[in-house]
């Protein structure tokens, strides 16, 4: 009896070691230096924090909050994220790197102040290794929190010091991304009487859609919220037209703005598409490389998301060093520049958009790492401390 106990157990522990083995490759495979789990059984917390890259400083990215079908599900989603969020910052050219938290719950129903609290704790044990804020499913109040605990948090309301709502720069870099993919395509940055296709007209895609608006251009939109499109319609006019949230990627246009969920570029819809360019929010749209080369054989110009979407990035960055407006503003627009740097660089080499925009920031990331090799004094007095 006894060796069978054991033998329970060692099988056990081999299986254990095989989940981890198998946490470790999607780590080799996506490239990441650390992933955190934690829980609290007394506030149901469920999260997973994804380090991906430091180089260029301490990893910064959102919380979001999902009710995710399985860990697998929650892991794999907070690894690409965190990836992202390294490319993010480097095209940012903010000194920061990327990472990413998730919580497995309703937002709806699962939220608490304790729950945020603890979500605090634990992210300030890592010592300034991370900086988090609002992401999907949750919001700069939830943070207030968190706070309490810790100060690796970012994106707070202004009334508690924070640089208030970031879906403004981030829709204001999508914008800024739409004028440089006009410049590259027509020759003017102006979109007057171009056509957009919005997918998700929440927080960023809504505003989006009033910038659009005012350039003069034609919006076709598309929510799971059809009262919001409806209300959306009613306040822009001839100026909207609302159309099927199936079918919204399928619809002809200039441009496709994806500005929900990710993975809007796939197997299933690559040959669906009806525009010329995809520029939007959302986070991954490609659900792998090859994507962006099928959209090249297309001749469909992608906008890498992690670029035109880094506009709350670039303010939360900002903010953690001391909030400017004006600063903030200046590089959003500078995502106009970077936009078509990755067009150029692409149609000179060949390549599909998100290769290039990859290849800046390998290069960027190694020159900082050559810049790195000099120590300095306080860094390692603090290190001793």
């Not at 917390?45 to 180089?55: D, S």
């Not at 129903?109 to 992401?135: M, Q």
Request: with cysteine; glycine share 10%.
């Amino acid at each position: 009896m006894g060796s069978m106990k054991i033998n329970e157990q060692m099988r056990g522990a081999l299986l254990e070691e095989a989940k981890m083995r198998d946490v470790f490759e999607m780590m080799d495979r996506y490239g990441h230096e650390q992933v955190i789990f934690c829980r609290h059984p007394q506030t149901g917390l469920k999260a997973i924090i994804a380090l991906h890259n430091t180089t260029a400083g301490p990893a910064l990215g959102g919380c979001r909050m999902i009710p995710y079908a399985s860990t697998d599900e929650a892991l794999e989603d907070v690894l690409r994220l965190s990836k992202g969020m390294t490319y993010k910052c480097s095209l940012a050219d903010v000194d920061f790197g990327g990472g990413k938290m998730v919580i497995i719950g309703d937002p709806k129903k699962d939220k608490s102040p304790e729950l945020f609290r603890v979500i605090g704790r634990f992210v300030g044990g890592l010592n300034g290794r991370f900086y988090t804020g609002t992401d999907m499913g949750t919001n700069p109040e939830d943070f207030v929190h968190a706070a309490r605990e810790s100060k690796s948090f970012a994106g707070l309301p202004k009334s508690y010091g924070g640089s208030g709502d970031t879906s403004i720069p981030t829709a204001l870099g999508v914008f800024h991304g739409m004028r440089a993919t006009a410049r590259f395509l027509w020759g003017t940055d102006q979109l007057k009487g171009r056509v957009v296709a919005i997918q998700g007209v929440g927080k960023v895609g809504e505003r989006l859609l009033q910038l659009l608006v005012e350039a003069g251009a034609y919006c076709k939109i598309a929510d799971i919220d059809s009262v919001r499109c409806e209300q959306l319609k009613e306040k822009y006019g001839d100026k909207v037209q609302v159309v099927d949230v199936n079918r919204i990627h399928k619809e002809s246009c200039d441009i496709f703005s994806p500005c929900a969920k990710g993975g809007v570029v796939n197997d299933d819809t690559i040959d669906e598409f009806r525009c010329l360019a995809i520029v939007g929010s959302a986070n991954n749209q490609l659900v792998e490389d090859r994507h962006g080369a099928l959209l090249q054989k297309r001749s469909i110009w992608y906008a890498p998301d992690y670029l035109v979407n880094a506009g709350g990035l670039i303010q939360v960055a900002d903010e953690l060093e001391g909030f400017h407006e004006e600063r903030v503003l200046a590089k959003t627009e500078a995502i106009y520049d970077m936009v078509l740097d990755i067009f150029h660089r692409a149609k000179n080499e060949n390549i599909p958009t998100c290769e290039a925009a990859d290849r800046i920031v390998m290069e960027r990331l190694k020159k900082l790492t050559d810049i790195r090799r000099i120590l300095l004094e306080d860094s390692r007095n603090s290190a001793r401390r």
